[in-house]
Each structure stands twice: as structure tokens, then as C-alpha cells.
């Protein structure tokens, strides 16, 4: 029951109150612990340009919000005044205005009593902190608004963030009740968020599973970005760093998502399972980015806004991702799946209440930390059901690992019979395949070293072949002007007989003592030996450049002749020194052929003829060439040396097989000349017997068959 004292009060005060007008409606306040939220007598100006005083708005008229028990002023950079008229019906005289909305940056307020103002004092995160009613950033003014009097309250605010307006009227015993409450409520939910942060790192620490360890971050950074929206962050971080304390709500909900994307992506392998997601993320990281930097550049709004857009945008994305993979059959998929819709509906209702669309009651403020515990919870669930799995996981591979290794020794057993014939098999064709490397690689040194020579004697040749062409060119000049000379000198002795002895008779002295006619004689002997050793030179040089072509890769008309006169050419030395050679080469179409590989086969023949001869005196060989019947050419090498045995003759195309002495031969030579005789598509036969000599005998195609197939 009210006291006699407070009804006569309240009557007096509604007896004063007569007056006012109902654009501006006053509260009553009549005693209770706290009042609702009064929203309904709020009224509103705004300031554009931020200069209005608080003198200028005490006579003023405030319109009134019509907005319901929490007036929501919006998002704007102007300064919102607020108006709130009150009366005091009761015997109470410990009153506080509280604003149950610690996220706004800016409050100053004033109590008008008589056309005079009280300055109440100045809050909000941009502002320094003040402990006075409690350890929260908490919105709560003294109120000296004494039993039975009125007066209104002037609230001066500027938000970057929804500026919602929540007032009530507390008694300070009511107020600091609830704030222990609030203290209980939040210790518990502070107290289950660390156990479930240490809990989740002991496992991270003993298994080593980088999920636990982001799973451990997340589970603080939604402590922490909870703990800013009900205003003690910002207290226990920085409480005089208002820079940090004004954006720890957006830098918190930007990491908080990261450390949710990170968990997400190891905790269910989405980079494995959903790559396309997967490297989307990285947008989204960069979207965080923008709104970060809009906020730290000034444009709070803009970054506020961003922040949110967002964070909307990337709670429904990370929810995808585990809706595809709860699909796919992943049972943790499917923990993620509840968690993250539950923490949502938490986020939803906190939206929702922000928005006008739920009322501003205790459950809707504080709806994000109860989401937050349940999805901590069932995410936990997840975590132990993935230990699970992956122990069954383990068993299962286990179990078939065994089941498979006594198929394997079952399988071993049965097949160590063949095993055994296919490893006898297989060595011996490694060892085939050996000696067909060390035949392809010798094969290829000798090809180089073919390609070297024929890149030297070209070298040569070209070097040759100028000077040559200079002693050529001038000794046709050099045998007309000795003839002009001769005549002139046979002039003067046409003069003998006119010219005065004592003139004569020296220069005849001198022509005597020189002998001049056996000197014309040798002139023209000089001059024949000359044009000769160049005509043997430029002989040379032509054979040094038909042996060094290095066209071995085209398929070309070619004269056999020519090749066996330059190989001979480059054989010169050893050919004119020790044996006689004799040539006996009928005329040849130009063949078809790889002309260097044959110029190839011609030098491993004679080389090995030479060598047969060794050092006989009378050593000889013949080389003879023919056309057989149009279609084909042959060549003949023969010579007189010791001849071979048969078990010789019938091996002297294997690779590797050699007469000779260790270090002088390698046994690839006629191999080498087989296999190109072989792709020319023709045939190398040999006949020999022991005391009669050797001839070797190739037949060639004078058109390739490919080259006929073309033609045809």
C-alpha cells in the first residue's frame, strides 16, 4: 500500500501537471523498483550541424517519437536531442535515468528544473570510462529528482550504430540489485566459455589437431565480441583507450568470423570437400578489410554498415558450406549445421530487437550469449563425435589392413612359383636391355663424334678452300704478265747489235752470271707445279666438304660416287701410305639416302680393310660400283688381306664383337654400318675365307619405299 504522504504527492504533482500538453507527456513515477521502458515519452530533435546548446532546447518543443517503449532514432551523423519529462509521485529521492544501450559513443545529459540546467554528466564509448553504478560501460545518470517535484531530462547523443534508446527510472537499491544478477548470469556464461576454451585446448595440445586450436579461437573471440555488446569489453580491455573502446564491437565480429571460417575449413575439410567455397573465403576476407578501413578512415557509418552487411552475407555462406556438407553424409557436418543455425537464431532475435520487430526485453538483449553457449555446446558434441568417427575410422582401417595382409601372404604364397620364373625372366631381360643401352649410348657417342668430324673437316675445308681460291685465281694472271716480261726482255736483245758495247756488255755479264734461260725455263715449270698443287688442293677441299655433310636427318638424292671420293679424300693419308687402291666406279643414279650415314658406312669399311692389311707391302684394295637393274645400286669393298674364319664372319655384325686387342676397337663399327644399311631398306653381305681376302657387298634402293608411297 502507497503512504498517505505519496498520494498527497501524487496528487499534488498531477495538480501541477495540469498543463501540460500532450505533445510532450510527462512520466509519473510512483515508487517502483524500475520503470518501463519509456519511449512513449520521449520527444526528439535533431541537430544537422552538431552546434545547438542546451540552453537553446530548454523552452523548446520536443515532437514526440510515437516509436513505441524504445524509440529508434536510426543511424545518422547528426546529434539527436531527447526530451524526457518526468514527475516524481512517490517518496523515493535515490532515483537513476538508465540507457540500457551500452554500444552508443556519445551521451551527455542535463536535468531541467525552472528554466535552469544541471549537467548529469557525460558517457558513452567515446568517452572516458566512469565506474561509478558497476564494472560495465553502462548509460546510468544520477537523477536528482526529489518527492514531489518534476523537471525533464535532456539527453544529448551521437552514435555511429543503431541509436536505440532504452531509458528507465531505477531506485540505486533496485539498480544494483539487478546489476549482481547481471554479474551471476554473466559469470556463468563467462565461466562455461573458458572451461569449454580450456577444455578444447588441452585436447588441441595432447592430439595436435589444428581444428581444436581455431576452435579454441573462436570460442574466445565470441566471448569477447559478447562481451562488448553488454558493454565490458571495452571496460576490461582499454578503459581510458575510447579509440579501441568505440570499434571493439565491429573489430571483434570481424575476427570472430575469420576464427569461424578458419574452424569451419579444418574442422570439416571444406577445402577438400567444397574447393569452389573454399577460395571464395578469401572475398569475404577482403569485404572485412574494406569495412575495417572505412571505419578507421572516419566513414563509421559506412564501415558499420559494411561490417554487418557482411557478416549477414558470411553467417549464411559458412551455413551453406555446412548444409553441403551435412549432405554429402559428414556427421560433423551435421553438428556444425545445428550449432551455427542455433547461434543464428540467437543473432536473428538480437537483429530483430534492434529492428522494432521483437520487444527490448531481457531475453532479446542477451539472445546472442544464449546462442552463443548452445552452439558452443553442440560444436563440443561435434568435436567429441569427430574423436569418435575418427577412432572407428582407425579400427575399421585396421581391421582391413589385417584382413588384406592375410590375403597378401595368402596371395605371396600362391604365387612365389611364378614370382621366381618372372624374376629369372625380368633379369634377364634387364640385362638385354642393358646391353641395348650401352649399344644405343655408344651408338650415339659415335654419331657425335661423327657430327663433330663432320663440323671440323667442314671448318677446314671453308678455311682451305679461300687461300686456294686466291693462288687459283692468280696464276693465270701471273703466266701473262711472265709472257709480257719475256717479250719485253726479248726486245732488249733484239737491240744488241744498235747499242754501244760499254752499255751491252755489263748487263750481258750480269744475264750470264744469272742465268736468265735456265731461269725462263723453270718459270713455266714453277707455274705447272703451282696450278697443280692447287687443283690437288681444291681436289681435297671438294672431298672434305662432300664428307662433312650434315644433313643426316633429310632423306636427299645423293651421288654415291662423290661420298666414296670424299671418304677416300679424308682416308688419304693412311690409304696412300699403305695399301693400293683401285676404283673402279660405274655410273650411278643419285640415290635416295641419308648421305653422311652412308659417307659413314664407307669410312667403318675401309678403316677395318686398312687395319686388316696391317703392314703388308703389297696390300690392295678395290672398290667397284654398279647399277643392278634400275631399281637398285651396288658396292663392292674388297681386299687382299688375311681373309676370316668362319665362326669371325658369322659374328662380325654383333654389337661388341671385336678381333681386336683391348683398348684398339670397340666392336660397334660394322654393327653401326649394318643398322644403316638397314634403314636405307637394303643389305650388307660379306664374303671371306682365311689367305683370300674380304669383300663386303652393299646393295641399295635408289628410292626409299616411303618415298615411293608418296610419289604413288
Known amino acids: 500500500m502507497r503512504s498517505a504522504r505519496s498520494v498527497f504527492l501524487g496528487a499534488l504533482v498531477l495538480a501541477c501537471l495540469g498543463s501540460t500538453s500532450a505533445a510532450d507527456p510527462v512520466y509519473l513515477y510512483l515508487g517502483q523498483d524500475h520503470s518501463p521502458f519509456l519511449g512513449e515519452h520521449v520527444g526528439a530533435i535533431t541537430d544537422q550541424d552538431g552546434e545547438l546548446k542546451v540552453q537553446d532546447l530548454i523552452g523548446a518543443r520536443f515532437p514526440a517519437m510515437n516509436s513505441g517503449a524504445v524509440p529508434d532514432l536510426g543511424i545518422s551523423d547528426a546529434v539527436q536531442w531527447v526530451r524526457l519529462e518526468l514527475a516524481n509521485a512517490s517518496d523515493e529521492n535515490d532515483l537513476l535515468l538508465h540507457i540500457a544501450n551500452p554500444e552508443i559513443d556519445e551521451v551527455d545529459a542535463w536535468y531541467v528544473q525552472h528554466d535552469h540546467a544541471m549537467f548529469l554528466g557525460s558517457l558513452g564509448l567515446d568517452r572516458p570510462y566512469s565506474a561509478q553504478f558497476g564494472p560495465?560501460?553502462?548509460?546510468?545518470?544520477?537523477?536528482?529528482?526529489?518527492?514531489?517535484?518534476?523537471?525533464?531530462?535532456?539527453?544529448?547523443?551521437?552514435?555511429?550504430?543503431?541509436?536505440?534508446?532504452?531509458?528507465?527510472?531505477?531506485?540505486?537499491?533496485?539498480?544494483?540489485?539487478?546489476?549482481?544478477q547481471r554479474n551471476t548470469y554473466l559469470g556463468g556464461y563467462v565461466g562455461i566459455m573458458l572451461v569449454m576454451a580450456v577444455y578444447n585446448l588441452f585436447i588441441f595440445l595432447s592430439i595436435r589437431d589444428r581444428s581444436y586450436m581455431f576452435y579454441v579461437l573462436y570460442i574466445l573471440s565470441v566471448l569477447a565480441a559478447q562481451l562488448a555488446f553488454v558493454g565490458i569489453t571495452p571496460v576490461v580491455v582499454a578503459p581510458s583507450l575510447t579509440f579501441l573502446a568505440s570499434k571493439a564491437s565491429i573489430l571483434l565480429t570481424t575476427v570472430t568470423a575469420i576464427c569461424a571460417s578458419e574452424f569451419l575449413r579444418h574442422f570439416l575439410h571444406t577445402h577438400e570437400r567444397l574447393p569452389s567455397f573454399s577460395r571464395a573465403t578469401r572475398w569475404f576476407y577482403a569485404a572485412f578489410g574494406v569495412g575495417l578501413a572505412l571505419d578507421l578512415a572516419g566513414a563509421r557509418i559506412a564501415g558499420y554498415q559494411v561490417i554487418q552487411l557482411v557478416s549477414a552475407l558470411f553467417a549464411c555462406y559458412l551455413l551453406a558450406q555446412a548444409y553441403l556438407i551435412s549432405r554429402q553424409g559428414y556427421r560433423p557436418g551435421t553438428y556444425f549445421l545445428i550449432a551455427w543455425s542455433v547461434f543464428l537464431l540467437g543473432v536473428m532475435t538480437f537483429v530483430m530487437k534492434d529492428w522494432g520487430l521483437l520487444p527490448y526485453t531481457g531475453v532479446t538483449r542477451y539472445m546472442m550469449p544464449l546462442g552463443s553457449v548452445a552452439e558452443v555446446v553442440f560444436l563440443s558434441f561435434g568435436l567429441a563425435d569427430r574423436i569418435n568417427v575418427l577412432r572407428q575410422e582407425k579400427e575399421r582401417s585396421q581391421a582391413e589392413a589385417l584382413h588384406v595382409s592375410r590375403e597378401n601372404e595368402k596371395i605371396i604364397r600362391e604365387q612365389n612359383v611364378v614370382l621366381e620364373k618372372k624374376v629369372h625372366e625380368r633379369t634377364r631381360a634387364l640385362q638385354e636391355s642393358n646391353d641395348h643401352l650401352k649399344r644405343t649410348q655408344t651408338q650415339l657417342v659415335d654419331a657425335e663424334k661423327m657430327a663433330s668430324l663432320g663440323q671440323l673437316t667442314a671448318g677446314i675445308a671453308h678455311e682451305i678452300n679461300n687461300p686456294v681460291n686466291f693462288i687459283t685465281s692468280n696464276i693465270a694472271p701471273l703466266r701473262r704478265d711472265l709472257d709480257d716480261l719475256l717479250e719485253v726482255l726479248a726486245?732488249?736483245?733484239?737491240?744488241?747489235?744498235?747499242?754501244?758495247?760499254?752499255?751491252?756488255?755489263?748487263?750481258?755479264?750480269?744475264?750470264?752470271?744469272?742465268?736468265?734461260?735456265?731461269?725462263?725455263?723453270?718459270?713455266?715449270?714453277?707455274?705447272?707445279?703451282?696450278?697443280?698443287?692447287?687443283?690437288?688442293?681444291?681436289?681435297?677441299?671438294?672431298?672434305?666438304?662432300?664428307?662433312?655433310?650434315?644433313?643426316?636427318?633429310?632423306?636427299?638424292?645423293?651421288?654415291?660416287?662423290?661420298?666414296?671420293?670424299?671418304?677416300?679424300?679424308?682416308?688419304?693419308?693412311?690409304?696412300?701410305?699403305?695399301?693400293?687402291?683401285?676404283?673402279?666406279?660405274?655410273?650411278?643414279?643419285?640415290?635416295?639416302?641419308?648421305?653422311?650415314?652412308?659417307?659413314?658406312?664407307?669410312?667403318?669399311?675401309?678403316?677395318?680393310?686398312?687395319?686388316?692389311?696391317?703392314?703388308?707391302?703389297?696390300?690392295?684394295?678395290?672398290?667397284?660400283?654398279?647399277?643392278?637393274?634400275?631399281?637398285?645400286?651396288?658396292?663392292?669393298?674388297?681386299?687382299?688381306?688375311?681373309?676370316?674364319?668362319?665362326?669371325?664372319?658369322?659374328?662380325?655384325?654383333?654389337?661388341?664383337?671385336?678381333?681386336?686387342?683391348?683398348?684398339?676397337?670397340?666392336?660397334?663399327?660394322?654393327?653401326?654400318a649394318y643398322n644403316i644399311v638397314d634403314k636405307h631398306h637394303g643389305t650388307i653381305q660379306v664374303e671371306s675365307s682365311v689367305g683370300m681376302g674380304t669383300e663386303f657387298k652393299i646393295i641399295l634402293p635408289v628410292d626409299q619405299p616411303r618415298v615411293k608411297e608418296e610419289r604413288a
Open 491 to 672: 726486245a732488249y736483245r733484239a737491240l744488241g747489235g744498235r747499242v754501244p758495247p760499254e752499255v751491252l756488255d755489263p748487263v750481258l755479264s750480269l744475264e750470264k752470271e744469272l742465268d736468265i734461260d735456265i731461269s725462263i725455263e723453270e718459270l713455266a715449270e714453277i707455274i705447272g707445279s703451282i696450278a697443280e698443287g692447287a687443283d690437288r688442293t681444291a681436289e681435297i677441299v671438294r672431298g672434305l666438304r662432300n664428307f662433312s655433310r650434315l644433313d643426316e636427318d633429310d632423306l636427299k638424292a645423293a651421288d654415291l660416287n662423290e661420298g666414296i671420293r670424299s671418304t677416300i679424300t679424308v682416308l688419304g693419308p693412311q690409304l696412300r701410305d699403305q695399301v693400293e687402291l683401285v676404283m673402279d666406279l660405274g655410273e650411278l643414279p643419285k640415290v635416295e639416302c641419308y648421305a653422311g650415314k652412308l659417307n659413314q658406312v664407307f669410312m667403318n669399311i675401309l678403316t677395318n680393310a686398312v687395319q686388316a692389311l696391317g703392314d703388308r707391302t703389297d696390300g690392295r684394295i678395290v672398290v667397284r660400283s654398279k647399277v643392278l637393274d634400275g631399281d637398285s645400286v651396288e658396292i663392292r669393298f674388297r681386299d687382299n688381306g688375311p681373309g676370316m674364319p668362319d665362326h669371325v664372319r658369322s659374328r662380325i655384325f654383333e654389337p661388341f664383337y671385336t678381333t681386336k686387342e683391348v683398348g684398339e676397337g670397340t666392336g660397334l663399327g660394322l654393327s653401326i
Open 136 to 180: 560495465y560501460a553502462d548509460l546510468t545518470f544520477r537523477l536528482p529528482l526529489e518527492p514531489g517535484s518534476s523537471g525533464a531530462v535532456l539527453l544529448r547523443m551521437r552514435s555511429a550504430k543503431p541509436l536505440l534508446v532504452p531509458v528507465q527510472i531505477w531506485t540505486r537499491a533496485a539498480y544494483l540489485t539487478s546489476s549482481s
